[in-house]
């Protein structure tokens, strides 16, 4: 799993934030772990916040344009974030609506 990230989007955000496991909400299957700075509600995931699994979370990491990233999928195929480019300039995945459940996880 990846570090906790306190940089200016946390600080942006009251220097709060949860875990979230994101489920898929037709197997059940958790597709990542995600930090969740500050309140409100979950609409789209960050690549700079995915702390697990690796495999996704690695894409902050090698990915620069919204073009070349694919979208967010469970490992049983159901599509739950669409490649989006954020107004700050950060990549996400922007969440589909009914396709994925979350759960807070402890700290
Ligand atoms: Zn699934």
Redesign the pocket.
């Known amino acids: 799993m990846r570090e906790i990230k306190k940089d200016k989007y946390f600080r942006d955000r009251q220097s709060t934030y949860i875990i979230l496991g994101i489920h898929?909400a037709?197997?059940?299957?958790e597709?990542l772990l995600y930090q969740k700075d500050g309140r409100g509600g979950l609409k789209r995931l960050y690549l700079n916040r995915i702390l697990a699994p690796e495999s996704i979370a690695s894409l902050q990491d090698k990915v620069e344009r919204v073009k070349t990233l694919s979208m967010l999928k469970?490992?049983?195929?159901?599509d739950i974030g669409i490649p989006m480019l954020h107004r700050e300039g950060r990549l996400a995945f922007r969440l589909i609506p009914g396709t994925y459940s979350k759960h807070k996880e402890k700290k």
């Open positions: 898929c037709k197997c059940g299957k597709v469970c490992e049983c195929g159901v």
